[in-house]
């Protein structure tokens, strides 16, 4: 069973814009959440991640908001790039760090 | 140098094969895994080793078995190949249980025909 629901499963967005991708989670073993970019043909690559004991993290044009009472964070892109156009999972660690679930990914399209 | 490398990149067989993939990394880490993304993209965990130890094992066919000869190595063999077998499988590293980034290879998709 999926363990960390990711939604939307596409969205597209004019460059400029700003894209939202929210996910929850349901176990609260976790306590690392990363969000990971992949282009097609490549691996999956961490873009940002947080840590339950903060509520928001800011790297460049990346935020991660963490709502650790409702059990759900999501990414924000602000000014999205055609460059941006990619597949994002959000994703969470385990306790021990030794097991990562991924939600099941959104493709972002962001038009030019 | 790659980080964590993959061979190979492509693989085609017929059902009923058997087929190994090889992951090496070489940034020193103490845990690897292989994960399987299917054609909707979806990420499954299968397997992790850490040291060369199975610490996790979720709940894939006895056809898959993993093999660590050393920490920089993850092997995946797959006996007796079925259709629903063909995916993208990627093998990533961690520094230990430090609940940090997770370095993934460019994965080997296999087709079964």
């Known amino acids: 069973q999926q363990q960390v629901k990711q939604s939307p499963q596409s969205l597209i967005v004019q460059k400029g814009g700003i894209s939202i991708i929210n996910c929850a989670y349901e176990?609260?073993?976790?306590?690392?959440f990363p969000w990971y970019q992949q282009f097609p043909g490549k691996g999956p690559a961490l873009l940002i991640a947080?840590?339950?004991?903060?509520s928001e993290k800011k790297e460049g044009r990346f935020t991660i908001s963490f709502n650790k009472s409702a059990k759900q964070f999501s990414l924000h892109i602000m000014d999205s790039q055609p460059g941006d156009s990619a597949t994002y999972f959000c994703?969470?660690?385990?306790?021990?760090?030794?097991?990562?679930?991924f939600g099941a990914g959104t493709r972002l399209f962001v038009k030019a | 140098d790659t980080a964590v490398s993959q061979t190979p990149k492509y693989l085609v067989t017929q059902m009923g094969n058997d087929k190994s993939i090889k992951c090496e990394q070489n940034?020193?880490?103490?845990?690897m895994y292989w994960y399987k993304q299917d054609s909707k993209k979806f990420l499954k965990i299968m397997f992790s080793?850490?040291?060369?130890?199975?610490?996790i094992n979720e709940t894939v066919p006895n056809r898959f078995s993993p093999k660590s000869p050393d920490k920089a190595h993850l092997n995946l063999h797959i006996n007796s190949l079925e259709l629903g077998d063909s995916a993208v499988y990627f093998c990533?590293?961690?520094?230990?249980?430090?609940?940090?980034?997770?370095?993934f290879g460019e994965g080997s998709r296999l087709t079964v025909l």
């Open positions: 080793y850490n040291n060369k130890e199975l610490i």
């Open positions: 940034l020193g880490h103490d845990t």
């Open positions: 990533a590293s961690r520094q230990g249980s430090n609940t940090g980034e997770l370095f």
């Open positions: 176990n609260t073993a976790f306590d690392y």
């Open positions: 947080i840590r339950p004991d903060v």
């Open positions: 994703a969470a660690t385990n306790t021990g760090g030794f097991k990562t679930i």
